[in-house]
């Protein structure tokens, strides 16, 4: 397989996981941003929507994985490491279901934290802006709710937090694969 099929991979593989969380909301109507986890979504025995939810995990993550491994690390090492890494948990959470008590809230927790160091690394390995931004958005998302500086569900930071990530990995994805993203619209990796 080409370097460029793999890149494009860390786009879809940032992708597919939203697009089956928003299939597994709409067949849960019980579900509450106020109220609930993501992973919620994911209970095996309490949620109809629990095959969609870990189905969609499961392959952004090995989509993510390969991407990871192929395109980023080869370019980036930490941010490769720490990007597979983080979607090796990713897969964990949809493997590990709620059912599983505290071995899913450990595999969460760690899924998270290595989110946050991913960026971390990536925003300093490749110098981007994006990736230092998306590092202090999800960090703040996290401290804010732990502070309870809003109401809501865990749902909420989890979505922050996840989704300011996706933004540099899809920025990558597609500047490695060779698509070109005006200058302006973002000025730095």
Same mark, same amino acid.
């Given at each position: ?6 890149? $494009? ?25 106020? !109220?609930?986890? %993501? ?6 025995? !309490?949620?109809?929507? =629990?095959?969609? $939810? ?7 993550? =090995?989509? @993510?994985?390969? $991407?990871? *491994?192929? &395109?980023? @690390?080869?370019?980036?090492?930490? &941010?490769? *490491? #720490? ?5 090796? @948990? %990713?897969? %964990? ?23 946050? /160091?991913?960026?971390?690394?990536? /925003? +300093?390995?490749?110098? #981007? ?11 703040? =998302?996290? +401290? %804010? $709710? ?9 749902? +909420? ?8 990530? #996706? ?12 698509? =070109?993203?005006? !200058? ?6």
């Amino acid at each position: 397989m080409s370097s460029r099929v793999y890149s $494009y991979m860390g786009a879809l593989g940032a992708l597919i996981p939203w697009l089956f969380i928003g299939a597994a909301i709409g067949c849960s109507p019980w579900f509450s941003w106020e !109220r609930n986890a %993501l992973s919620d979504l994911g209970h095996s025995l !309490r949620s109809e929507a =629990a095959p969609i $939810y870990n189905f969609g995990l499961a392959l952004g993550g =090995a989509l @993510l994985l390969l $991407y990871a *491994l192929n &395109s980023l @690390l080869p370019r980036a090492r930490f &941010s490769g *490491l #720490s990007v597979a890494m983080t979607v090796f @948990l %990713l897969q %964990l959470v949809a493997v590990f279901d709620e059912v599983y008590g505290r071995l899913h809230t450990l595999v969460s927790t760690l899924f998270f934290v290595m989110l946050l /160091a991913a960026s971390l690394a990536y /925003a +300093v390995e490749r110098k #981007s802006k994006l990736a230092l931004v998306s590092f202090l958005v999800g960090s703040l =998302a996290w +401290v %804010l $709710y732990w502070a309870r500086a809003y109401s809501a569900g865990v749902a +909420v930071p989890e979505t922050i937090s996840v989704l300011s990530a #996706s933004a540099w990995i899809v920025k990558d994805s597609l500047t490695s694969a060779g698509y =070109a993203i005006p !200058r302006d619209a973002v000025s730095n990796t």
